[in-house]
């Protein structure tokens, strides 16, 4: 197993670096939301296990990037613990700090090594995307750290660099573009790739009906990733608004059964047209409380939930009332050896729930989503208190 080290900082004129990794040929991102890194890894790790990973990177309140090497593209395409997935084209270490730094951007542009074998990528990922040599390309920059010209100046150096290029005729088209190049700057750190996923990959066919607060497709398979999915699990989502993490689940790999609940009949049939025909076995249930779930003792394995934030639905006073209550009837429900996945942003509350033995955590992970810091749960079956 390939862990990535732990980036170390590097102070120099008050910007931090990230520290730099091997680049060649053959290296792809997997993007998450912030803090999901490593369970897209972990999917990865699983599905191709040739993979290697060289090096983790956040752009703060935007998104998490696992940077790995693969042998080939079309092995990604079944990755469901990410948002998109990249080509790695070209990358420059050790940017200068001042505006002429933007001439070492477009240079880094126009001289990429690896543009060609990731549009290769990209067909091989996506059959049928356009190739030849004739391509209307944009470009989508971000930046992290503070610097001394804007982030449109860093998209325009990137457009004139690739525009220099003399492997294809390219043509800039914002609204139509054959390809999509992704620039991240992070300090001094420049990485160039190319985008072989397209919006099915984030936001899923199934997902028809949409719920405020539902869940993003990723982070709901991520959540179910770490419940260490079996073949004969029952997993039980008691807050499961639109379905989204019961399908999530049900791509995962064999179960026993799915259940899910809530007490919102808008959610229940939004999941209901989400689930259609084809998930089967889910049972929805609209008619149940998550505070006297009627199921018996021990009855479910796992137990994958989004707990009410206080923010999109409930507030926070509601739930100091219930959240004791509500870990209190799932890990009754739960089978010793059962493991729950909670997300939340109600910290304080989960602190005080373990502190007195009422949910037993294993491990948690500080994640971020659309911006609001939250926190993933992945806890056992607490003992029972006399």
């Keep these: 197993m390939n862990r990535a080290k732990p980036e170390r900082r590097h102070e120099g004129r008050g910007t931090q ?35 290697h990973e060289y090096a983790r990177r956040v752009v703060p309140d935007r998104a998490g990037m696992c940077i790995f090497g693969a042998p080939r593209a079309e092995a990604l395409r079944n990755l469901r613990c990410c948002e998109d997935v990249f080509a790695l084209a070209g990358c420059r270490f050790n940017l200068d700090e001042g505006a002429s730094a933007l001439d070492q ?3 880094a542009a126009r001289e ?22 004739r391509l209307r390309f944009r470009v989508i920059a971000r930046q992290s750290g503070d610097h001394e010209y804007r982030r449109i100046d860093l998209k325009r150096a990137i457009e ?36 072989l996923s397209d919006e099915r990959m984030r936001h899923r066919e199934y997902k028809t009906a949409h719920r405020p607060g539902s869940l993003r497709p990723a982070i709901a398979a991520s959540m179910a990733w770490l419940s260490e999915p079996r073949d004969d699990d029952v997993v039980l989502d008691p807050f499961c608004g639109a379905g989204t993490v019961l399908i999530e689940r049900a791509h995962l790999g064999r179960y026993r059964n799915l259940i899910g ?36 003792d021990a009855s479910v394995t796992k137990i994958v939930t989004n707990l009410p934030w206080g923010i999109k639905h409930g507030s926070h006073a509601e739930n100091r009332r219930h959240y004791r209550d509500w870990i209190a009837e799932m890990n009754r429900v739960l089978a010793p050896g059962g493991r729950m996945v909670l997300l939340t942003s109600e910290w304080r509350l989960m602190r005080d729930l373990a502190d007195r ?28 208190r006399g």
């Design 17 to 51: 670096y990230p520290r730099p990794f091997r680049f060649g040929p053959n290296l792809f991102i997997a993007q998450t939301q912030p803090g999901f890194e490593p369970v897209a890894w972990s999917e990865i790790e699983f599905r191709v296990p040739s993979a």
């Design 105 to 107: 951007i477009r240079a």
């Design 112 to 133: 990429a090594p690896f543009v060609e074998q990731a549009l290769s990528a990209r067909v091989s990922f996506q059959p049928g995307a356009r190739a030849g040599r």
């Design 160 to 195: 004139h660099g690739i525009i220099e290029r003399g492997d294809h005729t390219w043509r800039l088209d914002e609204d139509a573009a054959d390809v999509e190049f992704w620039i991240t700057q992070i300090g001094a750190e420049l990485l160039i790739a190319v985008r």
């Design 261 to 296: 609940s809530d007490r919102d009949p808008a959610a229940i049939r939004a999941a209901s047209e989400n689930v259609g025909p084809r998930y089967k076995p889910i049972e929805l249930r609209g008619d149940w409380d998550a505070a006297t779930i009627p199921l018996a």
């Design 357 to 384: 033995g009422a949910v037993a955590v294993e491990k948690m992970l500080r994640v971020t989503i659309l911006g609001i810091a939250a926190s993933v749960y992945v806890c056992g079956k607490a003992p029972a």
